[in-house]
């Protein structure tokens, strides 16, 4: 081992270099030559290595030169909520701060919205435009027997119906197969009966406003609740020409100046969000996405009608209901993707900045269905991927929110630097946040408890952090220990790669065929079974993964997608800028063939995959699904308990130290090097 370098930081977590030899694999592309600048930011970490500080909502200029004294390295500046985006005086102090940032050497990040959830310019965008408004599709029912006219109205809260198919019901069970469109006006559907039961299904689409996470904002950011559609691309159109373009047109050139624009928790808000009253919405009305044109979209996609199969967005458990769910989710993810986070991505690199955003509740897959359709295809295309990091102290965390076996999700940022590893991106961003899954607020919180969490998230991937801390409240010299300790994390890490050799299957496909619309509060207690089954899956993928990392193994998350685009080379899977010598398939029930026949020869090209807990029973179309069947029947099925064993203790090629669960492992290349963090935990 040549050029051993070990670096303790305050006792906390042991940082690694040692410089590859000759034929060694995973090596990070670059060279030596950029270690003399690393080692000197090292030992005094520039401002983009720094805590990036929140300022509040108020316009007010900031005390940059205090805050450069505390060791801050960045601002994030909000416009003033009170006349967003309308008064004069605040865009005029909006530039003075960035000037003054700019003059301090300090990173400027600009929110691209008034407060969260970003997407709605706060509420101007559909003021601009009413047809802007997020929609959202229901189901409505009504039962009968016999011939006879029918007739349906359309509930007050919707605008229009789009579909109805009356379906004959047998032994109690609805036939969907047997369902036959019937017509529709606007306002109301009139049909005639078939013999014996039925039930008439109608789809209409209604304004999601009251009851949604933008709703429970109005008063906090002074907006008016009214959300845009981000499927919809005039809507997404006018949301970048409203916000991202204006501060181009004001402050631009923005190269040099904006660092990054930050979209806080842009989602597709069909999630019911009151949390003490009113747990469900009015009538049990259950909404999936909705816009005009995602019929022709998945038609694109798919090759076939999605409006006489809207009944399996709201019910069925055969195969050909669950891939309706999944083409539907898939479509909405695609196009979620195209229109937000890939249009504000586009515009930012022809701006010279970058795009960052972070969607919500990034810690379950179950949301990364209902907020994103999928949400690593979500982030793929934004420079700075970005997450909420919890920061619970073990005396003062909400147990509702505990995953499997440990006191947080620390695992959780993989997701983001999964994706940015799959783009081709250095950074991924981290919000230290004092509110969500704590009993009760600290805006100040203790030094230790900041370095654990800093620590914790930089094992998984994140490279720059956030925070809203009341600096101002600390000694500046402890502030700057604490600028000066994650600056020396995000210098050694800013730009490695991930040397993980084992990848974990990302089961979106499956996620999204299980996925029902709920009604309900995002409450566990009133979550519907089809939400419980996935729960279950989510906690024997934490099983997995938290396993892993008490053996000393490190992982990365892998799409579908990216592997099917992979190439295999002497037992290694070359995917997504990793390589990969083994593959764990977290009970994953759906499986494209073609991922399936890449896994299938990465396996006999001497690469292993391990199944957890079943394999796969359905392809990606009716056609599929018995080749991928017969692919795999025969293959070994584990306990999600089991899977570090199976595993093994191997390392990635070149690095040799060896930890046990007292302590957590991450393995990075960089620059010719290798780099082994490590985490006491």
């Not at 003075?96 to 969260?116: F, T």
């Not at 197969?177 to 009139?190: H, L």
């Amino acid at each position: 081992m040549n050029g051993l370098r070990l670096v303790w930081l305050l006792g906390l977590f042991l940082t690694g270099c040692s410089r590859p030899q000759a034929g060694d694999q995973g090596q990070a592309p670059g060279g030596e030559g950029n270690w003399p600048k690393i080692d000197a930011e090292f030992v005094s970490p520039p401002a983009e290595f720094r805590l990036i500080q929140f300022s509040a909502h108020d316009g007010a200029l900031l005390p940059v030169e205090k805050m450069k004294e505390a060791g801050i390295g960045g601002v994030e500046l909000f416009m003033e909520s009170d006349g967003y985006l309308k008064k004069e005086a605040a865009w005029e102090n909006l530039g003075k701060a960035i000037e003054a940032a700019n003059q301090a050497g300090l990173q400027v990040w600009m929110a691209d919205d008034n407060g969260y959830p970003s997407g709605m310019a706060g509420g101007q965008l559909v003021e601009a435009d009413p047809a802007f408004e997020v929609r959202g599709l229901r189901q409505v029912v009504k039962e009968g027997s016999g011939l006879g006219p029918v007739r349906l109205d359309l509930p007050k809260e919707a605008e229009r119906f789009v579909q109805a198919l009356l379906c004959p019901v047998v032994d109690g069970q609805l036939v969907l197969e047997k369902g036959t469109p019937v017509p529709v006006q606007t306002d109301r559907v009139e049909t005639q009966g078939i013999a014996g039961p039925w039930k008439l299904l109608a789809f209409a689409v209604q304004v999601n406003r009251e009851g949604t996470q933008a709703w429970s904002t109005q008063e906090q950011f002074k907006t008016n609740g009214r959300y845009g559609n981000l499927l919809n691309t005039a809507a997404m159109e006018k949301f970048v020409a409203m916000t991202h373009e204006e501060y181009a047109r004001r402050f631009g050139p923005l190269k040099g100046k904006v660092t990054a624009f930050y979209a806080n928790e842009p989602n597709l808000m069909t999630l019911w969000y009151k949390w003490e009253k009113e747990l469900q919405r009015p009538g049990g009305v259950a909404l999936v996405p909705w816009d005009v044109d995602l019929p022709r979209r998945f038609q694109e996609r798919h090759g076939y009608d999605l409006m006489p199969r809207l009944p399996a967005l709201y019910g069925g458990d055969e195969e050909s209901s669950k891939l309706v769910r999944r083409h539907f989710w898939e479509t909405v993810g695609g196009v979620l993707a195209e229109n937000f986070s890939g249009r504000i991505a586009a515009w930012a690199d022809k701006n010279g900045t970058q795009a960052a955003s972070h969607p919500l509740l990034e810690e379950s897959m179950l949301q990364h269905v209902v907020g994103c359709g999928d949400m690593l295809h979500f982030l793929e295309p934004l420079q700075i991927p970005a997450c909420d990091l919890p920061m619970p102290n073990r005396e003062a965390y909400n147990l509702e929110n505990l995953h499997f076996g440990a006191v947080h999700n620390y695992w959780m940022p993989k997701f983001l630097s999964s994706a940015a590893q799959a783009g081709n991106h250095d950074t991924v961003a981290g919000l230290m946040d004092l509110i969500i899954t704590r009993p009760f607020f600290d805006y100040t919180p203790l030094p230790g408890n900041i370095r654990r969490i800093v620590n914790l998230a930089a094992m998984g991937g994140v490279n720059q952090f956030m925070c809203y801390f009341v600096w101002g409240k600390y000694e500046p010299a402890v502030y700057r220990s604490i600028n000066d300790y994650l600056g020396r994390v995000c210098v050694m890490l800013r730009g490695a790669r991930s040397a993980a050799t084992v990848g974990i299957y990302y089961p979106i496909e499956t996620f999204q065929a299980e996925f029902l619309p709920s009604p309900s509060t995002w409450k566990r207690d009133f979550w519907p079974e089809a939400w419980r089954r996935m729960e279950k899956r989510i906690q024997d993928q934490d099983e997995v993964v938290r396993s892993l990392y008490l053996q000393g193994i490190d992982y990365t998350w892998l799409h579908g997608d990216w592997i099917e685009k992979a190439t295999v080379e002497k037992g290694w899977l070359m995917a997504a800028n990793g390589r990969y010598r083994t593959l764990v398939m977290p009970e994953v029930e759906l499986l494209p063939l073609a991922v399936a026949q890449k896994i299938e020869e990465f396996e006999k090209g001497g690469g292993k995959v391990i199944w957890v807990k079943s394999l796969p029973q359905m392809g990606d179309s009716s056609e599929e699904h018995e080749k991928v069947k017969a692919m795999f029947a025969k293959r070994k099925i584990l306990s999600p308990g089991r899977v570090a064993e199976a595993v093994g203790a191997a390392l990635p090629p070149g690095f040799t130290l060896r930890t046990g669960p007292e302590v957590l492992t991450a393995r990075f290349t960089r620059d010719g090097r290798r780099i082994t963090y490590l985490v006491n935990y």
